[in-house]
C-alpha cells in the first residue's frame, strides 16, 4: 500500500459494522485488483490499528455475512480460494458512481440533448398547442387548466383536447463511446498509484451510461505495447504491465470499433499520463522512451486528423503536468479539435462524467 495513508478512523454512528467494513472492503478490492486474499488480509491489519471490528463482530464474521449476501463465492478447487461475484462487480461500479458523481439522478430514458426541437426529456421554455401523437408526458398542466377555465367556465369545467398544451423539448439522440485506458508502467511509476483512480472513473462511467443513457454504448479499450478491448466485468482486475505506451495502436482499435456502430455520433475518453513511447511497425515494435520521438509524435497526430475528418472527437485526461507532455496534448488536441483536462487524480472522474453529460450533437 505504499503511497497511502491513513488517519484516525471515526466510525459512522448511523452505519452498521458490515457497511463500514464493506465501503473500506469495496476500496481495497481496487487497490489489490480484485485479489480478495489481499484485500481481506488488510483489511485485517487495518481493523487491528484501526478497531473497525467490535467484540460481537469481526472479520471473520464479516467474511461469512458476504458470502451469504452473495457478494463473495469458493472457486470449489478445494484450495478455499475465494472470487468475486457478479454482484459485487455490479456493487463496485456502483460505489465508483456515488464516488464519483454522487449528485446523479438516475433517469428511466437514455438520450443525449441536441440543438433540435422535437420529442425528448429535457423541456425548453416554448409550449404549443397538444396534437395527435405527442406525449402526455410533457403535459403543461398549468396551461391546459387554465385553457380549460378560459374555454369552459368555472361550473361547466371540462378538459378537452383543444385545451391541452405540451411543453416543447429537445430532440434527443444516442451516443457510441469509447474509453481508452492506459495501462503501462508509468501508471504506477514513482510509487504514485495512478491505474486506481483510471479503473474507478471506468466503472462510473459504464454504471452512468446504462443507468441514465441506457441506448448508448462504450467499449473499453486497454492499450500498452498493444491494444485490446476488455469486458466491463474486467475493470476491477486490471493491472498495470511492464508495458510501453502505444497511444497509436489504442486510437486505432477504437477508431475500427466506432467504424462498425450505425450510430452517427461518436467519441473517444483517452485517459492517460505520459507521452506515446511506442508504435508498430509490421511485425516489429518502435520503442523510445527519451523525450517526443518524431515518429511516434507524428503518428499519433496524423490519427487525430483522421477522427477529426471522421467528426469523432477525442477528450484527453491527461494525469501530469510536465511542460513538454503539455505541449504534445496541445498539439494532439488541436489536430482533432477536441478537448483536454489536465486533472489530479482526485478531479478525473468528474470531468469525464460531465463532460460526457454535457456533450451535444448537431
Known amino acids: 500500500m505504499l503511497g497511502f495513508r491513513f488517519s484516525e478512523y471515526k466510525p459512522d454512528p448511523n452505519q452498521s459494522t458490515f457497511d ?3 465501503k ?4 481495497l478490492l481496487l ?3 480484485g485479489d480478495v486474499g489481499e484485500a481481506l488480509s488488510w483489511l485485517t491489519e487495518l481493523d487491528k490499528e484501526y478497531k473497525l471490528s ?6 471473520g464474521d464479516f467474511i461469512r455475512e458476504l458470502e451469504e449476501r452473495g457478494y463473495l463465492r469458493r472457486d470449489g478447487d478445494g484450495q478455499g480460494n475465494v472470487g468475486l461475484t457478479a454482484k459485487m462487480e ?6 465508483s458512481l456515488d464516488d464519483i458523481f454522487g449528485d446523479l439522478k438516475k433517469a428511466k430514458s437514455g438520450k443525449h440533448n441536441t ?12 409550449v404549443k398547442p397538444y396534437e395527435f401523437g405527442d406525449s402526455l408526458d410533457n403535459l403543461a398542466v398549468t396551461n391546459s387548466l ?6 369552459h367556465g368555472i361550473d361547466d369545467f371540462q378538459l378537452t383536447q383543444d385545451d391541452l398544451e405540451i411543453h416543447e423539448s429537445y430532440y434527443q439522440s444516442q451516443m457510441s463511446s469509447v474509453l481508452m485506458i492506459d495501462i503501462s508502467h508509468s501508471m504506477i511509476l514513482y510509487g504514485e ?11 462510473a462511467l459504464a454504471e452512468f451510461i446504462q443507468t441514465r443513457y441506457p441506448k448508448d454504448t462504450l467499449d473499453i479499450i486497454v492499450f500498452g505495447d498493444d491494444a485490446w478491448t476488455i469486458e466491463l466485468k474486467d475493470i476491477p482486475y486490471l493491472q498495470v504491465g511492464p508495458y510501453h505506451t502505444n497511444t497509436v495502436a489504442g486510437l486505432e482499435l477504437a477508431m475500427d470499433i466506432l467504424k462498425r456502430r450505425r450510430n452517427p455520433n461518436k467519441q473517444i475518453f483517452m485517459i492517460t499520463d505520459g507521452k506515446p513511447t511506442c508504435i508498430k511497425i509490421g511485425k516489429n515494435y518502435y520503442k523510445n522512451s527519451f523525450g517526443l520521438d518524431r515518429k511516434i509524435i507524428n503518428r499519433c497526430l496524423n490519427l487525430a486528423l483522421r477522427c477529426r475528418k471522421l467528426d469523432v472527437p477525442i477528450t484527453t485526461f491527461m494525469i501530469a503536468h510536465d511542460p513538454y507532455l503539455v505541449r504534445f496534448v496541445e498539439n494532439f488536441t488541436q489536430a482533432n479539435d477536441g478537448k483536454a483536462f489536465y486533472s489530479s487524480l482526485q478531479g478525473l472522474g468528474s470531468f469525464v462524467l460531465e463532460n460526457y453529460k454535457k456533450r451535444k450533437r448537431k
Do not use: C, H, W
Request: hydrophobic share 35%.
Open 20 to 22: 463500514r467494513l464493506f
Open 24 to 27: 473500506i472492503f469495496q476500496e
Open 31 to 33: 487497490y489489490t485488483s
Open 54 to 59: 467490535t467484540p460481537d463482530y469481526g472479520i
Open 90 to 95: 455490479i456493487s463496485l461500479r456502483q460505489k
Open 115 to 126: 440543438g433540435f426541437i422535437g420529442r425528448g426529456d429535457e423541456f425548453t421554455s416554448d
Open 146 to 151: 387554465r385553457n380549460a377555465y378560459i374555454n
Open 193 to 203: 498509484d495512478r491505474i486506481t483512480p483510471a479503473k474507478k472513473v471506468a466503472m
